[in-house]
């Protein structure tokens, strides 16, 4: 996809994830310098987070050129609705979040558009260029997951766990991508909190087949080997985060934000020409922004 819209996890959460838990936990530890305490935090009020980060990625998956781009996010609860917006991805939690440290049942519609190489403007190497540009998909699914508050470090962090599934109606790939995810945040204070995730992709053939294959026709055109993809696991990516409130508190004002993630290619999609000579297997990605919580 063109790098503005190349988003994994990373980005949505160095934007905007550690504000996402605050909502979910019941009560801060307070913070030694600010005289904002957990009894002064309403942690089950709506609230709505917004963002934008400076990211460095690659440009396309399994590239190793890099550059900066802005990535926007948002991500909020309303009425106990959880909705999170993270650059190319967007999905809805329509299961109620109820309020205090209890489980926390997710499912609802997730939907990406992918840009993964629709224009050769982006890309720096010339016989990744030379492959030509693949249309633009759209993948509709779902999600389900579960969280739990008060698991690990103290009654305020959370754990989360859960599966998506979703698949391009546009006729681009026109196939499947599963990807389970971990998720772990946890508040250090009123004013910071601290995160770690984990990730990965199976992705169907059509999927390896448009992105990672090279035709006859496109070896003449570009040099890279002819290879034919299947589909399989595709990466993994694991990851970290930190934000820090400039003014008020982690529930509300404008906080810093950053993140980064290491993405590991695997498998047929690691051989591919694309990865292999023209790229890398080791993707990396990096982001800091600024957000605010209202």
Known sequence: ??????????????????????????????????????????????????????????????????????????????????????????????????????????????????????????????????????????????YVGIGKTGVITSPYDKLSVTVSYRHDVAGAHDSGIWQPSVNYLTPLSTKAAVGLFASAERAGRGYATTYFSVSPQQTVASGLPTYYARGGWKNYTLGGLATYSLTGNLLQGWKVVAGATYRRMLNDFADSPLVSIAGSKNQWLGAVGIAYTF
């Open 1 to 142: 996809m063109s790098s503005k819209f190349f988003l994994p996890l990373a980005v949505a959460a160095a934007t905007v994830a550690a504000p996402a838990f605050a909502q979910d936990a019941q009560g801060l530890p307070p913070d030694t310098g600010s005289a904002a305490t957990a009894a002064q935090l309403d942690v089950d009020r709506d609230t709505i987070t917004a963002g934008v980060a400076g990211v460095y990625l690659t440009d396309y998956e399994g590239s190793n050129d890099y550059r900066f781009v802005p990535a926007p996010a948002a991500i909020g609860s309303v009425k106990g609705y959880a909705f999170t917006l993270a650059g190319n991805r967007l999905s809805v939690d329509l299961i109620r979040n109820q309020p205090g440290p209890v489980w926390d049942l997710q499912a609802g519609p997730i939907g990406v558009v992918n840009f993964n190489r629709n224009s050769v403007k982006s890309i720096d190497d010339r016989r990744v260029r030379a492959l030509g540009e693949v249309d633009t998909a759209i993948e509709l699914g779902g």
